[in-house]
């Protein structure tokens, strides 16, 4: 069960999770919250809780009474944190449609120089082997197509197509940096905000799965993409400007919140998804080749590569 779960009490109720392979999430990315009532302040944290995220709890007697009096769902009420007892409880509550695959994911930030063209190339290098992944680049500075070992056609020669391109007109100006992966948009200049949206729609009528390197929060395109794509990471130091950016900026509430070259787990009161340790002599090693990252940082890749996967199916 690859199911992403948002866990309220204690070490009893983490075993259960890890038995059942659940992956502890926050609850803005997670399908379902196991709450363990019985455990001290578990109650007024997943009071916070948005109303529709589905719940299963884990009760005493007197709980389960009022439970029961108040017209609680019987199903989705457990007696102990028993893996055995829990599972059938939280396969019977998660809604049968889950969310809809994620198809194509957007890296951002409020400002530049985080790491998001070498995240956007290393998610695509991942993810490649198994899904076609059509990288995308709407920067104008081409870094995406280098770390990917290639070169990509320029912008301009699609600005006249504009509305008009089609998954056709993508795939011959596409490179292939590797089997299952192509990449779009060289420098020396970035799409118009209408042809970069064009190019996110011919990517997904051509490949599985579309990963966009954008330009900041700010910018006109990325703020236009932002509503078309899936997923969308943001992608943040944990310096007072950024901090101060982020507080100010318009970011969906589903984000992923990235922390680059920092182990923060809240940036300006939002929840950290995963974190990208510092790795100096990893990116240099790979800038020689040019070829994936390894190390701890390649590793905080693949782990975001294989949630997207994940979420993919
Ligand atoms: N985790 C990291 N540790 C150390 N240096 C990093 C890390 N991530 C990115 N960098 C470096 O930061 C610089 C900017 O990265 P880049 O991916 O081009 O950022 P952006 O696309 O956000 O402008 C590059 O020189 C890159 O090698
Ligand atoms: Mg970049």
């Keep these: 069960m690859k199911l992403r779960v948002a866990l309220y009490g204690g070490s009893e109720l983490a075993s259960a999770a890890d038995a059942l392979g659940l992956i502890a999430a926050d609850a803005g990315t997670a399908a379902l919250a196991l709450i363990d009532l019985r455990e001290p302040g578990s109650v007024a944290q997943a009071a916070t809780l948005p109303a529709e995220l589905p719940r299963v709890v884990v009760a005493d007697e007197a709980q389960i009474e009022l439970a029961g009096a108040l017209g609680m769902l019987k199903r989705s009420v457990a007696r ?170 318009d970011i969906p509430e589903d984000a992923w919140l990235v922390a680059s070259q920092s182990a923060a787990t809240s940036l300006s009161a939002r929840d950290v998804f995963r974190t990208l340790p510092r790795a100096e002599a990893a990116i240099a090693a790979a800038a020689s080749r040019p070829s994936a990252v390894g190390g701890a940082l390649g590793r905080a890749y693949d782990e975001l590569a294989e949630i997207v996967a994940i979420d993919s199916t």
């Design 80 to 249: 102990s944190c028993d893996a055995a007892e829990l599972g059938p409880l939280i396969a019977a509550t998660v809604p049968a449609r889950r969310r809809q695959a994620t198809r194509s994911v957007l890296v951002t930030s409020v400002r530049g120089g985080v790491g998001r063209s070498l995240l956007a190339a290393n998610l695509a290098r991942r993810l490649a082997p198994t899904r076609s992944t059509l990288a995308l680049d709407v920067t104008g500075g081409g870094a995406l197509a280098w770390w990917l070992g290639s070169t990509a056609a320029t912008w301009a020669d699609l600005e006249g197509l504009r509305d008009e391109l089609s998954a056709e007109h993508l795939g011959v100006v596409a490179t292939e940096a590797a089997p299952g992966l192509r990449v779009v948009g060289g420098p020396p200049s970035a799409p118009t905000a209408g042809l970069a949206r064009s190019a996110l729609r011919a990517a997904l009528e051509l490949s599985e799965i579309a990963i966009v390197d954008a330009p900041t929060l700010a910018d006109e395109r990325t703020r236009q993409l932002l509503g078309a794509v899936d997923r969308v990471i943001v992608l943040s130091y944990d310096d007072p400007v950024s901090i101060a950016a982020l507080a100010a900026s």
